[in-house]
Nanobody, 120 residues
Framework: QLVESGGGSVQAGGSLRLSCSLS????????MGWFRHAPGKEREGVAY????????RYADSVKGRFTISRDRADLTMFLQMNSLKPDDTATYYC???????????????WGKGTLVTVTS
């Protein structure tokens, strides 16, 4: 089970940090990170962490602004979002996939989502 927190409303240029907590240690090989779904748009991948090589991947639209990190001790993942733009407004979903995939159809576990609203 994945539980997100940290959403809210912020002005453009501001920052928010999202958290995602795992209820149990996942299988050894997995990817974990964030998708987002904005009104009228398809759900898209934002950023994820890869267990095989412990690297991170980011969508081009958030590179340099968002940073994903994890606290392995308490099974929590974070998404630090800086320089937020109105286009970042969306519901953000924590997600976990087993195997080497990161696309909507390949997600094995979804969180319930947390709303981020960026006002201009």
């Amino acid at each position: 089970q994945l539980v997100e927190s940290g959403g809210g409303s912020v002005q453009a240029g501001g920052s928010l940090r999202l958290s995602c907590s795992l209820s149990a240690e996942p299988l050894p090989v997995y990817n974990m990170g964030w998708f987002r779904h904005a009104p009228g748009k398809e759900r898209e991948g934002v950023a994820y962490w890869r267990s095989p090589d412990e690297t991170t991947r980011y969508a081009d639209s958030v590179k340099g602004r968002f940073t994903i990190s994890r606290d392995r001790a308490d099974l929590t993942m974070f998404l630090q979002m800086n320089s937020l733009k109105p286009d970042d407004t969306a519901t953000y979903y924590c997600a976990l996939t087993y195997g080497d995939s990161w696309y909507v159809g390949g997600v094995d576990v979804w969180g319930k989502g947390t709303l981020v609203t960026v006002t201009s």
